[in-house]
C-alpha cells in the first residue's frame, strides 16, 4: 500500500485535514503543506520557513554523515529536517521504503526499526522528544 500526498493546513501550529476543495486559495494558499505518510514516517516535503521558526528548528542539533548504510532504531521519536542529502529509509519488516531529501521535515515514531541507505551525504537538524 503506497500512501499517497494529501493537503494539509497549518493552523495554530497543527495540522488538519482539508480536502481539495476547502483548501486555502489565494493569499492563504501558501500555508498549504504537502505532507504524506509511509510506513509509519511522516514526510512534510518544503515546509515554508514560519513553520520551520514556529518548531524552532535552526536551534536544534544537527547531525550528519556521508554516503553509507546501517540499521537504526528510534528509542524516541524523531523529527528533523533535511539541509542536504537523500536517503532510503527501510522500515524493519516492511515491504518497500521512505524516500526522503533534502528539504524535507521527517517524524519518525519511537521504537521503529530501519535502515538508512544515505546515497548523498546528510546534513540535518534533529529533535527527539
Known sequence: ???????????TGRLRYCSPSTAPRGRFAAARVMASAKLGVR???????????ELGVRQWPKWGCEQSKFPWTY???????LLQGKV???PEGEEGFV???A????VFP???SCTWDVAEAVDKHYKFE
Request: proline share 7%.
Open 75 to 81: 528509542s524516541a521519536k524523531e523529527t528533523c529536517y
Open 1 to 11: 500500500m503506497v500512501a499517497t500526498p494529501i493537503q494539509l493546513q497549518l493552523q
Open 99 to 101: 524516500e526522503i531529501a
Open 103 to 106: 528539504g524535507d521535515l521527517v
Open 110 to 112: 519511537k521504537g521503529m
Open 43 to 53: 514526510v512534510e516535503r518544503n515546509p515554508p520557513e514560519s513553520r520551520l521558526s
Open 88 to 90: 532510503k529509509v527501510y
